[in-house]
């Protein structure tokens, strides 16, 4: 008898992903749409996440071998974007006004030339930066004096009573893609668990097919069961693909265990399906699902980090914020796929996750009808 009724769930199993890769829209908000955002967030952050480039423009008065080595040393250095269409200040002023530019690096001409009070070349660059660029000019200035400084070693051995030394620490720390990265996988769950059946949903009670459905055999755990089994499979392919560009693309670094991260996504996809299902099987037509869906995916998706990190909210918030159905979702990919922690550290995430679960399904089940 059991046996029947999983071969029913697997039936609508396997009609629910051959209907949702039949359907061009459904792939375009449920793959594409994703990967889209992963493209645009990922070249606005991945490529910037461990460099930090100035955009410059570099003026050249001098022709001592100082100045031209200057040159060669910036125009090979990965902290500098040099613009070399900028030959003067004057030109370089609106490009500075309009935020094209940091700043502009001028030597003048007497820059590295022998004094005849003194035995070694010597000059003084000028960086012209605008107020708004203020930051970025006084922190490039810095850059160019300790690169000055290790030239002028060359020229004067004086010894220094005090020094600086770095020391680098065996970790690894997150860079603003690896937290996009996470909150962007979030989007794309809600994406698939919410929005796919409050599409649907609705209507297939206008199409009456669900009418039909309830004259059969078939029970709402196990039409339940086999969206969850489809949405699964449909969200771990969409997902893989946005891994996969993620690495090849933008060079994320997944040190976490596949298995284990599929595991918690596909816990992430069914626990957020509920919601579509309790929006989807309530509702009669669209006018009243996707109302409700936005209402609680829009301010979901902003208070749980899926744009930009929740430590950068207050902390109040924050401690609210941990308890919404997306949070534990997000944390926990970000926790695994790039710190490298196992599903078993996970255990406050899981503990949110799982009585979400219980919360959403319970809800589901109690308002879904059948038309």
């Known amino acids: 008898m059991m046996r029947k009724k999983l071969f029913t769930v697997l039936v609508f199993t396997k009609l629910s992903v051959k209907r949702f890769f039949r359907d061009r829209l459904a792939l375009f908000f449920g793959i594409l749409f994703p990967l889209i955002f992963l493209l645009v967030f990922g070249g606005i952050f991945g490529q910037s996440a461990n460099t930090v480039t100035f955009k410059i423009g570099l003026v050249n008065h001098s022709s001592t071998m100082v100045a031209k080595e200057f040159v060669k040393n910036i125009k090979t250095s990965k902290a500098f974007k040099i613009n070399s269409s900028i030959h003067s200040v ?77 020391r680098q620490l065996n970790k690894r720390s997150l860079t603003q893609f690896d937290y996009t990265f996470s909150g962007l996988l979030g989007f794309s769950i809600v994406g698939l668990g919410i929005f796919g059946p409050v599409n649907v949903f609705p209507e297939l009670k206008k199409q009456g097919i669900l009418r039909r459905l309830h004259t059969t055999p078939i029970r709402v755990w196990q039409y339940f069961l086999s969206t969850m089994a489809s949405q699964a499979i449909i969200g771990l392919i969409s997902l893989a693909i946005m891994f996969i560009a993620a690495i090849s693309l933008f060079k994320l670094k997944v040190i976490g265990n596949y298995g284990e991260i599929v595991i918690f996504l596909v816990f992430s996809i069914v626990m957020i399906l509920g919601i579509g299902l309790a929006i989807g099987g309530w509702a009669k037509n669209e006018r009243q699902a996707a109302p409700l869906a936005n209402i609680i995916v829009f301010p979901m998706l902003f208070l749980s980090g899926s744009f930009f990190p929740r430590f950068l909210m207050p902390t109040w918030l924050q401690n609210v914020t941990v308890y919404l159905p997306l949070t534990p979702v997000i944390d926990g990919v970000r926790l695994m796929a790039t710190e490298g922690e196992t599903i078993f550290q996970l255990g406050s995430q899981l503990a949110i996750m799982s009585i979400w679960t219980i919360v959403i399904y319970a809800i589901a089940f109690r308002l879904f009808r059948w038309e």
Request: hydrophobic letters at 35%; zero cysteines.
């Open 90 to 166: 004057s030109g370089g002023q609106t490009q500075m006004i309009r935020g094209q530019l940091d700043a502009i690096v001028v030597l003048p001409p007497s820059f590295g030339n022998v004094s005849k009070n003194s035995r070694y070349p010597s000059g003084q660059a000028q960086v012209y930066y605008t107020n708004n660029t203020s930051q970025a000019g006084q922190t490039l200035v810095s850059l160019l004096k300790s690169q000055f400084s290790s030239i002028n070693l060359q020229f004067v051995k004086e010894p220094v009573p005090f020094s600086v030394v770095g």
